[in-house]
């Protein structure tokens, strides 16, 4: 029963999500539901001391890049920069290859260390700007930019900084480099598929006589550019280029300026206890904050008249965007967190520790959860906590190396965890003004590529014993 109860409240979910409904107000209710339904003297515990709790902390550590990403892409946009960019892509690639520009800036900027959710902010206008131009359905752009910015670059590809890649060397005693190359080839298999499908949904449009605007009320579309000339594209492109170049040096300069840790007094009256800050937990954040800030000030150096024209209000429209997308993945950490305290939850883990190949178990276990929780490193550090002995230890009996396990498991994490309640996804959704009904679906075919790729793997070593 109580199985049942943690399906239910994640079937639910998954439908207000699809339908439309606002999960700020819907992930408590089906958490909640889920807990009245196993122990109704739980709900309000597990309310304030597990979902807001969560909730919160999530807000505390990932608010300011939410909303430091929605400014710069705003100023990207209103600065003619993405404009200038596009002009020039279409040049040099043509307009049928407008799909692939932007899953090749995606791919750049995540391995290069920028977040997720970040690109989706700072992709957007290019996106937008370039399929208006090549008239391709503006529908289109979240499962392109899903393409290039939650598969191969966040878990496949060797030495990506994404936290998907980094999570399993505390477990596996690996490095960001795991099996190269089976990452290596589960990025040409993401890819390929990947493009051929979205060339296909692109083909199939253009039969229909579908357009950038067919059939739908535009909404959130990019400020137009107010300047006189649009810049130069080397200098449109390089606030991109100085946001991962930053954030490259910042990860690395950053726990050397401050430590493993770093505390202070507070100036107030008293004897304050001193604030302690843990960096390790925070570098990585504090290196994104930091490079966004430069691609801000980069904009603003080269582009300040039109940007200053339209400041205010672009800034407050940004603003908006960074408090509803960074709620919304808040609610979801909460709703994930409260499931996985359930006694359901761990019916499902046991269920899934029962598959006897160590890899597909490893693949299924991380995938499953997860789906789950919504959220792929979160879904990853429960089953790696939960199961990451059982793990070695049936890898070890089988002569299975622990990369492969590293890659397997990062693969694996990126699998199913873009279900319609996952936070980056309403992201995706959200600042483009689209709905799961308009777009989910090319989103949920870039799932189903990405979760094959993972079994394309295993099925490789297991042929040729590569890593």
């Known amino acids: 029963m109580s199985f049942l109860i943690v399906l239910a409240a994640l079937a639910f979910l998954m439908l207000v999500a699809y339908r439309g409904y606002s999960v700020i107000l819907f992930a408590p209710v089906a958490a909640l539901g889920a ?26 550590l990932y608010f300011p890049v939410f909303l430091l990403g929605a400014v710069f892409g705003k100023l990207i946009e ?67 930019i899903a393409l290039g910015a939650f598969t191969f670059t966040m878990d496949a590809l060797p030495g990506t900084p994404q936290i998907q890649n980094i999570i399993p060397t505390a477990f596996f005693g690996t490095d960001s480099w ?40 535009l909404r959130n579309e990019p400020e137009p550019f107010r300047g006189e000339r649009l810049a130069h594209p080397l200098v449109a492109i390089l606030p991109l280029v100085l946001v991962g170049v930053a954030n490259f040096l910042f990860t690395r300069w950053i726990p050397q300026l401050y430590g493993a840790t770093h505390s202070f007094v507070p100036a107030v009256v008293g004897n304050p206890a001193p604030v302690v800050q843990e960096v390790s937990k925070v570098a990585a954040i504090w290196a994104v904050q930091g490079a966004l800030l430069v691609g801000i000030l980069s904009v603003l150096a080269f582009a300040w008249k039109p940007v200053v024209a339209a400041f205010a209000e672009g800034t407050r429209a940004a603003i908006g965007g960074a408090l509803l997308a960074s709620m919304n993945t808040a609610s979801e950490y909460g709703f994930g ?50 199961m990451a002995d059982s793990f070695i230890a ?28 996952n936070g980056a996804v309403i992201t995706l ?26 079994f394309f793997v295993i099925g490789v070593f297991y042929a040729t014993g590569w890593a």
């Not at 807001?52 to 902390?57: H, T, Y």
């Not at 997720?116 to 206008?125: C, G, K, N, Q």
Request: net charge positive; hydrophobic share 55%.
């Open 35 to 60: 807990v009245l339904l196993t122990d109704p003297s739980l709900v309000a515990p597990m309310f304030t001391g597990l979902f807001m709790d969560r909730m919160v902390g999530f807000l505390k």
């Open 78 to 144: 209103i600065s003619g920069f993405s404009k200038a960019i596009v002009a020039a892509t279409i040049r040099l690639v043509g307009a049928q290859r407008a799909m692939l520009s932007i899953v090749l800036v995606c791919a750049l900027l995540t391995y290069g260390g920028v977040s997720l959710f970040v690109v989706v902010f700072a992709v957007y206008p290019f996106a937008a700007e370039l399929f208006r131009q090549s008239n391709i359905p503006k529908r289109l752009i979240p499962g392109t």
């Open 178 to 217: 795991a099996a190269p190359v089976l990452g290596s080839l589960g990025t040409v298999f993401i890819l390929v598929l990947g493009m051929a499908y979205l060339e296909w949904c692109r083909r199939a449009a253009a039969r229909n006589g579908e357009g950038y605007d067919s059939g739908m009320a």
């Open 337 to 386: 967190a409260v499931i996985a305290a359930l006694p359901g939850f761990l019916v499902v883990a046991d269920a899934l520790g029962a598959i006897p190949n160590p890899l597909v178990n490893e693949a299924v276990s991380v995938t499953a959860l997860a789906g789950i929780t919504g959220s792929a490193s979160g879904g990853m550090s429960i089953a790696l906590a939960a």
């Open 394 to 421: 049936n890898a070890q009996a089988a002569g299975i190396p622990m990369e492969v396990l590293h890659r397997v498991a990062a693969m694996a994490s990126g699998g199913m965890d873009t279900l319609p309640h």
């Open 429 to 454: 959704l959200a600042v483009p003004g689209l709905t799961h009904r308009q777009s989910y679906k090319d989103v949920f075919a870039i799932t189903l590529v990405k979760t094959l790729a993972v």
